[in-house]
């Protein structure tokens, strides 16, 4: 039985949690228009495809940690179904705040719940999936998250993380580097009055590992017989897929 990474052993590479807190909280009530304007509203069908990668289906159990308004908990209850159970949970409230309304609109029972994906207060082997989608990157500590999601998640269940990554094409790579860099903080300023957040998601996009090198990391923390990912636009975003081995606890 594995026990939960220390202070010795993890990648303490994360931002701090109180500056992510507010900064997530000062966008909250823009945060979905901004995500479509920058995304075109790719992130949306990404979200979707993560889902179908899962293989969620009826009756299932997922926690969505990070969840933030909601939107990968909602596919994910679409996939599960009325005999399905999914919990949505994140630690700014004021991001939360507005998932269950949307949930609502769409006739789906949703729980949402305030936590951490540092500490997450349920049970192990609780759910068949675990997720995170754009949040791992702004975790204080990696490895206790991807610990974490892996001690709730039953023995060859699955957890999915949808995360920023780095295109390998060399002229695809220089186009998204600018965009990213120059357009988006420009976007996200625009629709939501907060240019440094974006600033900060931006650079904190560059500076996280990707693909095969995340996959190192996936693999390294002794959670998983399975870690393999699949990329989305040349690398602008990759989808991982775990399978969680026995006896993590």
């Given at each position: 039985m594995s026990e939960q990474p220390n202070s010795t052993t993890t990648n303490k590479t994360g931002p701090d949690a109180e500056y992510i807190k507010n900064l997530f909280g000062s966008i909250s009530t823009t945060y979905d228009k901004a995500n479509d304007v920058i995304t075109l509203g790719m992130a949306r069908q990404w979200r979707k495809q993560l889902v179908n990668w899962s293989d969620a289906r009826e009756g299932q159990w997922v926690l969505d940690c990070a969840t933030g308004t909601g939107d990968l908990a909602i596919e994910f209850k679409k996939a599960v179904g009325e005999t399905g159970h999914v919990i949505g949970t994140d630690f700014c409230k004021e991001m939360l705040d507005v998932a269950p309304q949307k949930a609502a609109k769409q006739n789906l029972k949703v729980d949402f719940e305030l936590a951490d994906v540092m500490a997450l207060d349920y049970p192990n082997d609780k759910f068949d999936i675990a997720s995170i989608a754009y949040g791992i990157r702004n975790v204080a500590d990696i490895d206790v998250a991807i610990?974490?999601?892996?001690?709730?998640?039953?023995?060859?269940?699955?957890?999915?993380?949808?995360?920023?990554?780095?295109?390998?094409?060399?002229?695809?790579?220089?186009?998204?580097?600018?965009?990213?860099?120059?357009?988006?903080?420009?976007?996200?300023?625009?629709?939501?009055?907060?240019?440094?957040?974006?600033?900060?998601?931006?650079?904190?996009?560059?500076?996280?590992?990707?693909?095969?090198?995340?996959?190192?990391?996936?693999?390294?923390?002794?959670?998983?017989?399975?870690?393999?990912?699949?990329?989305?636009?040349?690398?602008?975003?990759?989808?991982?897929?775990?399978?969680?081995?026995?006896?993590i606890k």
């Amino acid at each position: 039985m594995s026990e939960q990474p220390n202070s010795t052993t993890t990648n303490k590479t994360g931002p701090d949690a109180e500056y992510i807190k507010n900064l997530f909280g000062s966008i909250s009530t823009t945060y979905d228009k901004a995500n479509d304007v920058i995304t075109l509203g790719m992130a949306r069908q990404w979200r979707k495809q993560l889902v179908n990668w899962s293989d969620a289906r009826e009756g299932q159990w997922v926690l969505d940690c990070a969840t933030g308004t909601g939107d990968l908990a909602i596919e994910f209850k679409k996939a599960v179904g009325e005999t399905g159970h999914v919990i949505g949970t994140d630690f700014c409230k004021e991001m939360l705040d507005v998932a269950p309304q949307k949930a609502a609109k769409q006739n789906l029972k949703v729980d949402f719940e305030l936590a951490d994906v540092m500490a997450l207060d349920y049970p192990n082997d609780k759910f068949d999936i675990a997720s995170i989608a754009y949040g791992i990157r702004n975790v204080a500590d990696i490895d206790v998250a991807i610990f974490e999601m892996a001690r709730i998640t039953k023995p060859g269940g699955k957890v999915m993380i949808l995360e920023t990554g780095e295109v390998e094409n060399p002229m695809l790579q220089k186009a998204i580097r600018f965009y990213f860099k120059n357009i988006v903080p420009r976007l996200g300023g625009w629709v939501s009055g907060k240019r440094s957040a974006y600033e900060y998601l931006q650079s904190s996009s560059g500076r996280f590992p990707s693909g095969e090198e995340f996959c190192d990391v996936l693999r390294g923390s002794g959670q998983f017989v399975k870690a393999e990912f699949t990329s989305l636009m040349g690398g602008a975003s990759f989808i991982y897929k775990c399978t969680v081995k026995d006896s993590i606890k």
